[in-house]
Antibody, heavy 116, light 108 residues
Framework: EVQLVESGGGLIQPGGSLRLSCAGS????????MSWVRQAPGKGLEWVAVIYSGGETYYADSVKGRFAVSRDNSKNTLYLQMNSLRDEDAAVYYC??????????WGQGTMVAVSP | DIQLTQSPSSLSASVGDRVTLTCRAS??????LNWYQQKPGRAPKLLIYTASNLQSGVPSRFSGSGSGTDFTLTISSLQPEDFATYYC??????????FGQGTKVEIK
């Protein structure tokens, strides 16, 4: 089955770091545009970051300088390195494939909780 | 930054009703507007891309229209599985995208 599977979420203290993973199953995350989107508890969707097929990355202002997107082609996995975490970063994080200017294939999400 | 405003924020409707949701952009986005459906505890699902293109596998009762700043998502005959929250999203301002705040469709 074609799917994206996120992992790596958990409870982290403010100021801490966490790395999320997004593995492709029967889907290549390596030569395509991939995005991260998050959703705080009870809130709407917020675009976080994108990585283009050539490796260029772009970030929302709210995470710029703290988050970094990368991927490991050998593992067919996308990553989101999150540093200097804040209370407001608590959310479910989704990875999604970007095609035809839309997010077509989504993972199931992984939850990040930020608390002392 | 381009802002998207969805209306209404929520609505109550009955099975079989025709439902129209609206998304207004703060500036023209041509037709770079997508619609997603999200059910509680689930990931969003793409319904419509570039304003009016039905995503593969999505029932034909869903349709999208609009251009410039005003867009609509119409469900021609609401089904029980359509009760969910719907989000619009603009992809005009590549690479930084924005979502609307969502419209929750509830059972009357």
């Amino acid at each position: 089955e074609v799917q994206l599977v996120e992992s790596g979420g958990g409870l982290i203290q403010p100021g801490g770091s966490l790395r999320l993973s997004c593995a492709g199953s029967e889907f290549s995350v390596t030569n395509t545009y991939m995005s991260w989107v998050r959703q705080a508890p009870g809130k709407g969707l917020e675009w976080v970051a994108v990585i283009y097929s050539g490796g260029e990355t772009y970030y929302a202002d709210s995470v710029k300088g703290r988050f970094a997107v990368s991927r490991d082609n050998s593992k067919n996995t996308l990553y989101l390195q999150m540093n200097s975490l804040r209370d407001e970063d608590a959310a479910v994080y989704y990875c999604a494939n970007l095609a035809k200017n839309a997010l077509h294939l989504w993972g199931q999400g992984t939850m990040v909780a930020v608390s002392p | 930054d381009i802002q998207l405003t969805q209306s209404p924020s929520s609505l109550s409707a009955s099975v079989g009703d025709r439902v129209t949701l609206t998304c207004r952009a703060s500036q023209t986005i041509i037709n770079y507007l997508n619609w997603y459906q999200q059910k509680p505890g689930r990931a969003p699902k793409l319904l419509i891309y570039t304003a009016s293109n039905l995503q593969s596998g999505v029932p034909s009762r869903f349709s999208g229209s609009g251009s410039g700043t005003d867009f609509t998502l119409t469900i021609s005959s609401l089904q029980p599985e359509d009760f969910a929250t719907y989000y619009c999203q603009q992809s005009f301002s590549n690479p930084t995208w924005t979502f609307g705040q969502g419209t929750k469709v509830e059972i009357k």
